[in-house]
């Protein structure tokens, strides 16, 4: 499928709604998704933008990422606006269960349809390698969001492709994910533990690491890296010691991951 069918596909499943709300995050999937549903809802109504994209900020939001979203909303042209949450203040998101996606997810698109309307068509970047057991897509389900990608069958790759030739920034971007994937499943989540994993990573992104995950138990922090990033992480080996000790871990381990 070309990027040309994909908007012809979104403006048939759109042709009766008034307003869309994308979920941008930034990633090269929502980005696909973004650019695919402006151009097919190009035409404002009712004095309102036909198509809108909303990205959540919260203290699961890594840094950087709403920068990237602005970026990328901007490069396509679509109106972007902030959806501000107090995710910590979830019970089911704060006690970090296997079902924290979930409660995290349906919180999103509740707030979404509130802020928008309930004729809105909620709109999200699932491709078809997604897998349709995770928690969130249950949640999405339940407030109908409409997932063009999966739709289309575009896999992972095929997103970046298309991504590619329509000419977005960020159609090789690394995969990212919330804040809260660092904590140990069952590990209840607080503002002091999602900063630590904020520190680390800002830390060595700083110094040119653009992927990374570091993780911790309140104990040990854990950083994975590609190979390609080891010379740079020897570098600084001993002024991240420094800061991982400087923010209350008590040692660390650094774990080289294939690339």
Known sequence: ???????????????????VVVALSGGVDSALTAA????????????????VAVTVCSELTADGDFTRAVEVAEQ?????????LRMLELEGVRRNGVDRCYHCKRSIFQMMRLEYGDDCLLVDGTNADDDPNRPGLRAAREQGVYHPL???GLTKADVRTMARMAGLATWNTPSESCLATRIATGV??????????RVMESFLRERGVARLRAR???????VEFPTQYSEIIQKHRDSLAALIKRIGLGSYELRELGE
Do not use: W, Y
């Not at 695919?36 to 404002?44: F, G, P």
């Open 76 to 84: 396509i042209g679509i109106e972007h606006h902030p959806l501000c």
């Open 216 to 222: 911790h138990d309140d104990l040990v922090a854990t």
């Open 36 to 51: 695919a549903v402006h151009a097919a809802m190009n035409a404002s109504t009712s004095g309102r933008p036909a198509a």
């Open 188 to 197: 209840p989540l607080s503002l002091e533990g999602l900063d630590k994993v």
């Open 1 to 19: 499928m070309s990027f040309s069918g994909l908007v012809s596909l979104v403006a048939q499943r759109c042709r009766a709604v008034e307003h």
């Open 150 to 152: 999966k739709e289309a």
